[in-house]
Antibody
Framework: QVQLQESGPGLVKPSETLSLTCSVS????????WSWARQPPGKRLEWLGY???????GYPPSFRDRVTISIDTSKNQFSLRLNSVTPADTAVYFC?????????WGQGTLVTVSS | EIVLTQSPATLSVSPGEGATLSCRAS??????LAWYQRQPGQAPRLLIY???TRATGVPARFSGSGSGTEFTLAISSLQSEDFAVYYC?????????FGPGTKVDIK
């Protein structure tokens, strides 16, 4: 069974870039879609985008100008970069196998945006 | 974006009883709807996709139904591990969107 684990800084300053990595174990990344989602405190889950094993990406219009998802199959990892963060980007960030249906999820990591 | 509404916000149920959760979409999503369970401190888990297809390993006491704009997740005979928050997600339109969740707690 695939396991996903998010890693990265838990605190990011406003206007800086949030960077997270998801390590995948227990299954090959081949042929799969890999995604990121987040849940701000007290708010709904939000889809941040996906990347296919072949490198194709898709982002929601509301995040398209700030989000980049990349993949490194040699390391069994994929990553999220969110630019120009504000306190509104404070959330639990999840890495996910699958898109648009989230087949497997990481535990999530809390990222706080604050000076 | 398609907006999903879930009701009730909280459902109090005794162990062994059944529960029915609702999800309504602001426009038709056909059967492109999934349900997820999130237990405290754990990763979310896919329960149902395609409105009624159980994901691998999901017990038969979970069943999904509906199409268009009205959907239901039914849980028969709740077990201790079923007390959690349940989210619906539509994936008929991009981007996928989620409902606010229904919390099922112990009565």
């Amino acid at each position: 069974q695939v396991q996903l684990q998010e890693s990265g800084p838990g605190l990011v300053k406003p206007s800086e870039t949030l960077s997270l990595t998801c390590s995948v174990s227990g299954d090959s990344m081949s042929g799969n879609y890999w995604s990121w989602a987040r849940q701000p405190p007290g708010k709904r889950l939000e889809w941040l985008g996906y990347i296919h094993y072949n490198g194709n990406t898709g982002y929601p219009p509301s995040f398209r100008d700030r989000v980049t998802i990349s993949i490194d199959t040699s390391k069994n990892q994929f990553s999220l970069r969110l630019n120009s963060v504000t306190p509104a980007d404070t959330a639990v960030y999840f890495c996910v196998r699958g898109s648009p249906v989230a087949l497997d999820w990481g535990q999530g990591t809390l990222v706080t945006v604050s000076s | 974006e398609i907006v999903l509404t879930q009701s009730p916000a909280t459902l109090s149920v005794s162990p062994g009883e059944g529960a029915t959760l609702s999800c309504r979409a602001s426009q038709s999503v056909s059967t492109n709807l999934a349900w997820y369970q999130r237990q405290p401190g754990q990763a979310p888990r896919l329960l149902i996709y395609g409105a009624f297809t159980r994901a691998t390993g999901v017990p038969a006491r979970f069943s999904g139904s509906g199409s268009g704009t009205e959907f239901t997740l039914a849980i028969s005979s709740l077990q201790s591990e079923d007390f959690a928050v349940y989210y619906c997600q539509q994936y008929n339109d991009w981007p996928p969107t989620f409902g606010p969740g229904t919390k099922v707690d112990i009565k």
